[in-house]
């Protein structure tokens, strides 16, 4: 199962969008987005969060745990619950990392 940061690599992939249009829309330094790729770093709630509201095709649940498809459709509903597992499970993820550093 993939992790976090390789479903944004492969979003990145997939999408087609340049690096440096994605860094400009969630307003990253240039690199970023290549570093996050690379998987020589990682990102904070705040980006994450940047990232759902800039690009609202993506799902953020296949995103944060890999639930679903990668993109939503257009003429879906938005849960009303959403914001606060994709809240939980960044929490889960971030402690996780913290164990493993």
Same mark, same amino acid.
């Given at each position: 199962m993939l992790n976090i940061k390789e479903r944004f690599?492969?979003?990145?992939?997939k999408s087609r969008i340049p690096?440096?249009?994605?860094?400009?829309?969630?307003?990253v330094s240039n690199g970023f987005v290549g570093k996050i790729v690379a998987g020589k770093s990682s990102f904070s709630v705040d980006i994450l969060e940047r990232i759902i509201v800039e690009f609202p095709n993506l799902n953020p649940?296949? $995103?944060? +745990?890999?639930?679903?498809?990668?993109?939503?459709?257009?003429?879906?509903?938005?849960?009303?619950? $959403?914001? +606060?597992?994709?809240e939980r499970k960044v929490k889960e993820i971030l402690a996780k990392e913290r164990e493993a550093n």
């Open positions: 690599a492969l979003f990145v992939e690096k440096t249009e994605i860094e400009k829309k969630i307003g649940l296949w $995103l944060v +745990e890999g639930s679903g498809q990668m993109f939503r459709e257009q003429e879906s509903v938005k849960d009303e619950n $959403l914001e +606060e597992l994709i």
